[in-house]
């Protein structure tokens, strides 16, 4: 696992996005891994801002969300469709056919779980899986005491997650759907690369649980730390309970692979 630390939460999005955007331009067919959540918001931002003003191609890539609520119909504000859509799908060039969800309206969810499985493997895999972390430390929505072998199915949220996802529901906890469906932690770790971003104070002692505290299913997230290429990008304020800062202050410096991300401020779109 490897640390990046930006100064703040614009830097860190803009980083994660031209890391992506690198991935893209490198495989124009690339199975790319989505999260939703606020954090995310920017990344997507950027994204929309390299397609426009640089022509970063989306032609031939495949999306796959990590999760999708379930009891909510299709077209709904709340749905992470909705999500996407705003955010990214229609501000880019991704045919709609190549954006995959889960669906949280299917009538036989553990059907869907099991295509949506299929799916992926159908694609080849995820090449590059993009993570936000959750205030309880999930993944996707894989909540405390997750198997870490998991695959994609449902879960109940927790009530911490169900209060951290409710400003999507006008700020009423009440409204937030109860379950989801998600990938599993283990189907996460199947991934060629993750690229976990995390910002705000909010964040910061869940990100060092995971990043420096065991594996536990306690902090689905932690299981990052077996993934044999893992980024995690987070600002200043999530990084305040990192022990290692200086290690990883100094490998973002002194790195070859990180040289052509160094200067923040020179991969602001053109
Ligand atoms: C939801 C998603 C997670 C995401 C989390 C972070 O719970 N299921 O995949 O990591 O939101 O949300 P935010 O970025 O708003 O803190």
Redesign the pocket.
């Known amino acids: 696992m490897e640390v990046i630390i930006t100064p703040d939460r614009d830097k860190a999005a803009l980083l994660t996005a031209r890391i992506v955007a690198k991935e893209l331009r490198a495989k124009p067919s690339l199975v790319l891994g989505l999260?939703?959540?606020?954090?995310?918001e920017r990344v997507y931002a950027y994204l929309a801002h390299f397609h426009q003003q640089e022509g970063l191609d989306f032609s031939r890539c495949h999306t796959f969300n990590?999760?999708e609520y379930i009891g909510i119909p299709a077209g709904h504000e709340g749905t992470y469709r909705q999500y996407m859509d705003q955010h990214l799908f229609q501000k880019v060039n991704i045919p709609l056919e190549h954006t995959h969800l889960p669906d949280g309206a299917a009538p036989d969810l553990g059907a869907e779980c099991l295509r949506y499985e299929s799916r992926i493997r159908e694609l080849g895999g995820i090449d590059l899986q993009l993570?936000?972390?959750?205030i309880d430390g999930?993944?996707?929505?894989n909540e405390p005491l997750s198997a870490l072998l998991s695959r994609t199915r449902e879960k109940a949220l927790t009530p911490a997650?169900l209060a951290?996802?409710a400003e999507m529901f006008g700020g009423d906890v009440a409204r937030v759907p109860r379950r989801a469906i998600t990938m599993g932690v283990g189907t996460i770790l199947d991934c060629g690369r993750c690229l976990l971003l995390a910002t705000g104070s909010t964040k910061a002692a869940v990100l060092a649980q995971a990043v420096e505290g065991p594996i536990t299913s306690m902090v689905t997230a932690s299981a990052l730390q077996l993934h044999p290429r893992c980024q995690v990008v987070v600002d200043e304020e999530a990084s305040t309970a990192l022990r290692g800062q200086e290690y990883y202050r100094w490998i973002f410096a002194n790195e070859p692979e990180w040289a052509e991300f160094r200067d923040l401020d020179a991969l602001e779109p053109r």
């Open positions: 999260a939703t959540g606020r954090t995310m990590l999760d993570l936000g972390i959750g999930h993944i996707g929505f997650t951290q996802n």
